[in-house]
């Protein structure tokens, strides 16, 4: 059993930077955060594997948000800089035990969920 806890949510100016946190209680091989805004279904937004030799993007953030992970901490990090508007959202932190961590694109692949923290991005 995975249990996530997020983290680093809040309002900031477009252009302007946050640092999400998802402390985490268990393992998984693949770590992942989603966002999800209201009548619309949650988006992936990037992966890690376990030991963060890997990561993934979609396209949208690429060269603006980091996603980390320090194991001996159990917390994994999304750092968000050039914010926009349209990054406005619920962020999701979601763990996932599939043992490819590439292409874990959809909300099915993970099997754990924490509860979620706002990013509202003003213009």
């Known amino acids: 059993q995975v249990q996530l806890v997020e983290s680093g949510g809040g309002s900031v100016q477009a252009g302007g930077s946050l640092r999400l946190s998802c402390a985490y209680t268990?393992?998984?091989?693949?770590m992942g955060w989603f966002r999800q805004t209201a009548g619309k279904e949650r988006e992936w937004v990037a992966t890690?594997?376990?030991?963060?030799?890997?990561?993934y993007y979609t396209d949208s953030v690429k060269g603006r948000f980091t996603i980390s992970q320090d194991n001996a901490k159990n917390m994994v990090y999304l750092q968000m800089n050039s914010l926009k508007p349209e990054d406005t959202a619920m962020y999701y932190c979601?763990?996932?035990?599939?043992?490819?961590?590439?292409?874990?694109?959809?909300?099915?692949?993970?099997?754990?969920w924490g509860q979620g923290t706002q990013v509202t991005v003003s213009s």
């Open positions: 979601a763990a996932s035990f599939q043992l490819v961590c590439f292409a874990l694109q959809g909300s099915n692949d993970y099997d754990y």
């Open positions: 268990g393992s998984a091989n693949c």
């Open positions: 890690i594997s376990n030991r963060g030799i890997s990561t």
